[in-house]
């Protein structure tokens, strides 16, 4: 099948590395049958939490929820 050149995928935030492993591969399911010419990544593709200037858990909590 080739790739479809008109068809633009577009995803959100995945948060890596706290990602849903079921919502990644049905993602990767959707591109691997619809082969669209572009994957537009509409969020944070990190998890950078420790590093924001929000709110948020300091890398010492990051480090224990891994």
């Known amino acids: 099948m080739a790739v479809n050149e008109k068809l ?3 995803v959100p935030d995945m948060h890596f590395p706290h990602e849903d492993k079921g919502a990644v591969a049905c993602v990767r399911e ?3 049958r619809l082969r669209p010419g572009r994957v537009v990544q509409l ?3 990190l998890d950078a939490g420790p590093f924001s ?3 948020g858990i300091s890398v ?3 480090r224990d929820y891994d």
């Open 60 to 62: 010492e909590e990051a």
């Open 53 to 55: 200037s929000h709110d």
């Open 43 to 45: 969020g944070d593709i």
């Open 30 to 32: 959707v591109v691997r």
């Open 8 to 10: 633009v995928l577009i």
